[in-house]
């Protein structure tokens, strides 16, 4: 079956340690997107990529960054993770821009930073 | 700017009752409506959605949901629950003015009583 998938699943990272998220998919769809969910909250968009045009929201941190370097593979680096960073990370696909809005997501990493 | 509003951030139900989690938005254009669930531990899958054509949307799991234009609404129903359904449901809007991007609403998890 077609997917989006996720590694690892569960993360444990040290303070200050730099640490790489993964993502892939089957989907072979253009629009690649990085959501930070915390806690009994909505998903947060970090990024997306259209191909590999980079979009960056406006509020997300510096410590925050994303390659991609073709259309299945897409990481998120947080550089120096800080206790406010330990969240759930969702990635997530869409077909085209102008479909954005159906979006498929993986099982996403749970990232723990002691 | 858009918003969703979901009023209720829990509701507990019990097994094989119905239920209505309810879900309002604020936009000035044609939207595009979507419900999410989230299952504990787990990316984000799409429920059913609202693009065009008939007001009443039946999504999988025996969920349905209604648009109502006039009352900027789009709650989702089933009318029997079952201990499965435990989960966090979110509800999104798509627009124009968003990019298409996805407006999440903060969540209601579904607490299932036996």
């Known amino acids: 079956d077609a997917m989006v998938i996720q590694n690892p699943r569960y993360q444990v990272t040290q303070f200050g340690k730099p640490v790489t998220l993964s993502c892939s998919q089957t989907l072979n769809h253009n629009v690649m997107y990085w959501y930070q969910q915390k806690s009994s909250q909505a998903p947060k968009l970090l990024f997306h990529y259209y191909d590999k045009d980079f979009n960056n929201e406006a509020d997300t941190p510096d410590n925050f960054q994303s390659r991609r370097p073709n259309t299945s593979f897409c990481f998120l680096d947080i550089r120096s993770p800080g206790l406010g960073d330990a969240a759930m990370y969702l990635c997530?696909?869409?077909?085209?821009?102008?479909?954005?809005?159906?979006?498929?997501f993986g099982p996403g990493t749970r990232l723990t930073v002691t | 700017a858009q918003s969703v509003t979901q009023l209720d951030s829990q509701v507990p139900v019990f097994e094989e009752a119905p239920v209505e989690l309810r879900c309002n938005y604020s936009?000035?254009?044609?939207?595009?409506l979507f419900w999410y669930v989230q299952y504990p531990n787990q990316g984000l899958q799409l429920l059913l959605k609202?693009?065009?054509?008939s007001t009443l949307v039946k999504g999988i799991n025996g969920f349905e949901a209604e648009f109502n234009k006039s009352q900027t609404s789009f709650h989702l129903r089933k009318p029997s629950v079952h201990i499965s359904d435990t989960a966090e449901y979110f509800c999104?809007?798509?627009?124009?003015?968003?990019?298409?991007?996805?407006?999440w609403g903060a969540g209601t998890k579904l607490i299932i009583k036996p």
């Open positions: 936009s000035s254009v044609s939207v595009y």
């Open positions: 999104a809007v798509s627009d124009y003015n968003s990019n298409y991007q996805l407006i």
């Open positions: 997530a696909t869409s077909s085209d821009r102008t479909s954005s809005y159906e979006q498929y």
């Open positions: 609202y693009l065009s054509g």
